[in-house]
């Protein structure tokens, strides 16, 4: 084939792999926001147990209410859409 006519069939792979690119940037982006929310409520929650634990919480019990969540959160992705 003669170069000028090979040019169209490579065009609809240079726009594939735009397309990638572009929804790679889209799920990074999102999987940034995602551990940002989540750096930011863990960095809230500190405080939290601080309080906790200086009015007597005992440390038994703050495990345990991790391990529930953790329950509760394994559960609840497993059985998600």
Known sequence: ????????FLCPQTGKD???????LIIL???????S?????????????AILKS???RSERHEDI???GITIGAFGASSGP
């Open 37 to 49: 929310s989540l750096i930011m409520t863990v960095m809230e929650k500190q405080k939290d147990h």
């Open 18 to 24: 735009r397309h990638v690119i572009i929804l790679a």
């Open 55 to 57: 009015i007597g919480q």
């Open 66 to 68: 991790m391990v529930e």
């Open 29 to 35: 982006v999102g999987e940034l926001n995602i551990i």
């Open 1 to 8: 084939m003669d170069p000028d006519e090979q040019e169209p």
